[in-house]
């Protein structure tokens, strides 16, 4: 045994090496525990140096989303400025239409105003303007009519976007002209004509031919002006034929039972009572509230169309980014 050790205290010194049978029931735990610092110490250092990282990529982001009130205060302004100057285009077209109108309507006896008094004009102006309107419809009747659906399919669309909620002299002016123009180039003259046809459709006198022809209008002639009237303003939107034609389809059924809750009462005045080169203007006097509805239906309809292409736009974009 003591050769043994001395053996093995010969090959230590000499050699410089534990043997492994020493070595594995010999327990160093200083060396232990330096090792675990030195691994305790690096894990912290990378820990410091990715929150470091972190840190460093978010203050970046919030950086590039940070609002700058300096950059968004030109953009506000200019917002501003393009909305009272398109209030004051709007107010000047409403100011000079209605100072022409007006003008126009007092100023038709003139010629003969010398000594008349300011009652006097106001009194005899209505009746002077309906002999003139009803000379200009012997004449020119076509022309007419046109130029009051014009007028009357401008009004309306205006009161449409009023009761929209927009503010009075913030409308429209691209879709108060859409409109003006499909009652003006359209609405006037084939309504001039097909209450003629109407008349040498139904040439009786009984009790039964005022329901007939209301029946007919609210059917028949319903549903071409409404299809007419949807197909113009989409084409001068620039909606291709598919949009049209969607737009009619959805519109169709629903605008001509919406008719039914206004217009037969008005027609048995309009086949009743009003005779045949007047009923357009009567006509029209309903029209305003009749556009108002039409129009406010097609613009929630275009805009609903034009939302959900943008909304499946933006999904499609988004499915590819991921």
Same mark, same amino acid.
């Given at each position: 045994m003591a050769s043994l050790c001395c053996s093995t205290t010969t090959t230590i010194i000499f050699s410089g090496k534990i043997p492994p049978p020493i070595r594995k029931h010999t327990q160093f735990p200083k060396l232990n525990r330096l090792k675990t610092q030195k691994q305790s110490i690096t894990e912290r250092r990378r820990l410091i140096v990715g929150s470091i990282i972190e840190d460093r990529e978010a203050i970046d982001v919030k950086? @590039?989303?940070? $609002?700058?009130?300096?950059?968004?205060?030109?953009?506000? %302004?200019? +917002?501003? @400025?393009?909305?009272?100057?398109?209030?004051? #285009?709007?107010?000047? #077209? %409403?100011?000079?239409?209605?100072? %022409?109108?007006?003008?126009k309507l007092l100023s038709i006896d003139h010629?003969?105003?010398?000594g008349w008094t300011l009652y006097e004009i106001l009194r005899y102006a209505p009746e002077h303007n309906w002999v003139a309107y009803e000379q200009i419809l012997k004449t020119n009747p076509v022309l007419a009519k046109m130029a009051i659906s014009g007028v009357v399919y401008s009004l309306g669309d205006w009161i449409?976007?009023? !009761?929209?909620?927009?503010?009075? $002299?913030? $409308?429209? +002016?691209?879709r108060?002209?859409?409109?003006?123009? %499909?009652? /003006?180039?359209?609405?006037? @003259?084939?309504?001039? !004509? !097909? !209450?003629? /046809?109407?008349?040498?459709? /139904?040439p009786f006198q009984d009790w039964w031919v005022v329901p007939a022809k209301v029946a007919f209008d609210q059917t028949v002639w319903s549903a071409i002006w409404n299809t007419i009237y949807y197909t113009v303003l989409g084409l001068l939107r620039f909606q291709s034929p598919d949009k049209v034609f969607g737009e009619i389809k959805t519109t169709f059924w629903p605008m001509i039972t919406a008719g039914w809750k206004l217009w037969p009462l008005a027609h048995l005045v309009t086949y009743g009572v009003i005779p045949v080169d007047q009923r357009l203007l009567w006509v029209d006097c309903i029209e305003l509230i009749w556009v108002t509805i039409l129009s406010t239906y097609s613009n929630e309809k275009a805009e609903a169309q034009t939302?959900?292409?943008?909304?499946?736009?933006?999904?499609? /974009?988004?499915?590819?980014?991921d």
């Open positions: 950086k @590039s989303d940070t $609002f700058d009130p300096q950059q968004e205060e030109p953009k506000e %302004v200019d +917002r501003d @400025s393009d909305r009272l100057m398109s209030r004051g #285009i709007n107010a000047a #077209i %409403v100011l000079a239409a209605g100072t %022409v109108a007006v003008t010629d003969y105003w010398h449409a976007q009023c !009761y929209e909620g927009k503010p009075l $002299f913030e $409308f429209d +002016r691209t108060v002209l859409r409109s003006g123009l %499909v009652g /003006f180039t359209l609405h006037g @003259s084939l309504s001039h !004509y !097909y !209450y003629q /046809f109407c008349e040498a459709l /139904f939302t959900g292409e943008t909304n499946s736009t933006t999904e499609l /974009f988004c499915t590819s980014q």
